[in-house]
């Protein structure tokens, strides 16, 4: 089956605030629905901002609608607001 969302190995530091988000790797299978839960500080937001390229991650790799790593400038995949 075809994934939709593929994440590995992400790690993300800001070292300022000794924060780390370290070493996620999932994957989501197209058709399939999920659910992102945690505690606050359970690096949620983060792992979505890195996804969607919000943030910047420092390593591994996110393929997204079988894209990997699209860039800044790919707006095919962002909602568009006027």
């Not at 370290?22 to 937001?45: D, H, I, R, W």
């Amino acid at each position: 089956m075809e994934n939709i969302l593929e994440l590995q190995k992400v790690f993300k530091t800001f070292p300022k605030s000794n924060f780390t988000l370290e070493n996620v790797t999932f994957s989501l299978p197209y058709g399939a629905v999920l659910g992102f839960v945690g505690e606050n500080g359970a690096e949620k937001t983060t792992t979505i901002g890195c996804i969607l390229n919000t943030m910047i991650k420092d390593s591994g790799t996110i393929k997204l609608f079988g894209k990997i790593d699209f860039g800044r400038s790919d707006q095919r995949i962002r909602p568009h607001y006027a």
